[in-house]
């Protein structure tokens, strides 16, 4: 798969219109030259959807599975402390139910990313 770069310059205002510059748009207008296809406003906007929605979709199987992880790494972490005595457990016990608080308190990255001008991407590419 050849990586594409995203040319500041080919997104100006006559390719892009008046889109925001976020994550996914710039993936889509990448996708979209990467394929050979035009790159015109209305497609990057439906191209863009569909990241958007991919992104999402593995936000939320990503996060579910460090959930999992996590949880059955305390389960089995908790059952080769037991020798540990009452004290000692119940510091685990509270440290493990502040783990899980926090996590249920996490949403899922849900929103879209903030957009992005032109000089915030140009100014990105200086500093690295």
């Known amino acids: 798969m050849q990586r594409v770069v995203v040319d500041v310059a080919c997104l100006r205002e006559d390719h892009m219109g008046d889109i925001a510059?976020?994550?996914?748009?710039?993936?889509?207008?990448?996708?979209?030259?990467?394929?050979?296809?035009?790159?015109?406003?209305?497609?990057?906007?439906?191209?863009?959807?569909?990241?958007?929605?991919h992104r999402t979709s593995a936000e939320h199987l990503l996060l579910d599975k460090a959930r999992d992880d996590l949880f059955t790494h305390l389960e089995s972490a908790f059952?080769?402390?037991?020798?540990?005595?009452?004290?000692?457990?119940?510091?685990?016990?509270?440290?493990?139910?502040?783990?899980?608080?926090?996590f249920a308190a996490r949403p899922y990255v849900d929103a879209v990313p903030a957009a992005r001008t032109k000089g915030d991407i140009l100014r990105a590419m200086i500093r690295h």
């Open 21 to 53: 510059i976020g994550v996914d748009e710039v993936a889509a207008h990448n996708l979209l030259l990467a394929l050979g296809l035009e790159a015109s406003e209305d497609r990057i906007a439906e191209a863009a959807a569909h990241m958007r929605a």
């Open 79 to 102: 059952r080769r402390f037991r020798t540990h005595d009452d004290h000692w457990n119940a510091g685990y016990a509270a440290a493990e139910t502040e783990a899980v608080n926090w």
